[in-house]
């Protein structure tokens, strides 16, 4: 089974910060990633696909990129609404799926 | 425009059945793509639980797979989540989602306490 184990498991940060979380696959996957956001108390939405592709209105201070086993999600510039739960999520073995274990980002 | 809406129990007894289905909107699911159940527990991570196709093919979390069953109605364009022998680790959020290489359309969830 694929395992995804992400770092680091929370993360304080200030609006306009650079910030990096980092997604790791065991075995690795290409580039079969998707990174989506949760805030509390609402569904999780898809930020990105492919490692890098960023899906329809997603604002483009987010990207992705990494492809095999190494991945990353990188946030240029923190904003007020991007303090969210992030999580990754493999799909090389599509229709079956793997979460990491989600990242916490909250206000420094 | 898609959307999904999630309906059933939000208490079921320890030992019973959890119940769910979701129904969709805006899409023929006879038309194609996976249809998916995900949980998420108070306070941690999502889990996949499994995938039905239209066909009715289905694929299931390992974890659960003695004790899930997923279905699809294509008259009520809706799909189906029936977990047995519940206990309290199954209290969670339960999401449906349409599953294209992604997750990229989910509904709002729904909770599930199982509790006496």
């Known amino acids: 089974a694929i395992q995804l184990t992400q770092s680091p498991s929370s993360l304080s940060a200030s609006v306009g910060d650079r910030v990096t979380i980092t997604c790791r696959a065991s075995p690795g996957i290409g580039s079969a990633l998707a990174w989506y956001q949760q805030r509390p108390g609402r569904a999780p939405q898809l930020l990105i696909y492919d490692a890098s592709t960023l899906e329809s209105g997603v604002p483009s201070r987010f990207s992705g990129s990494g492809s095999g086993t190494d991945f990353t999600l990188t946030i240029s510039s923190l904003q007020p609404e991007d303090y969210a739960t992030y999580y990754c999520?493999?799909?090389?073995?599509?229709?079956?799926?793997?979460f990491g274990p989600g990242t916490k980002l909250d206000f420094k | 425009q898609v959307q999904l809406q999630e309906s059933g129990p939000g208490l079921v007894k320890p030992s019973g059945t959890l119940s769910l289905s979701c129904a969709v909107s805006?899409?023929?699911?006879?038309?194609?793509?996976?249809w998916g159940w995900i949980r998420q527990p108070p306070g941690k991570g999502l889990e996949w639980i499994g995938s039905v196709y239209h066909s009715g093919n289905t694929y299931y979390n390992p974890s659960l797979r003695s004790r899930v069953t997923m279905s699809v109605d294509t008259s009520k364009n809706q799909f189906s989540l029936k977990l047995t022998s519940v206990t309290a680790a199954d209290t969670a959020v339960y999401y449906c989602a349409r599953l294209s290489i992604t997750m990229d359309i989910w509904g709002q969830g729904t909770v599930v306490t199982v509790s006496s």
């Open positions: 805006g899409y023929s699911i006879g038309s194609g793509y996976y």
């Open positions: 999520q493999q799909f090389n073995s599509y229709p079956l799926f793997t």
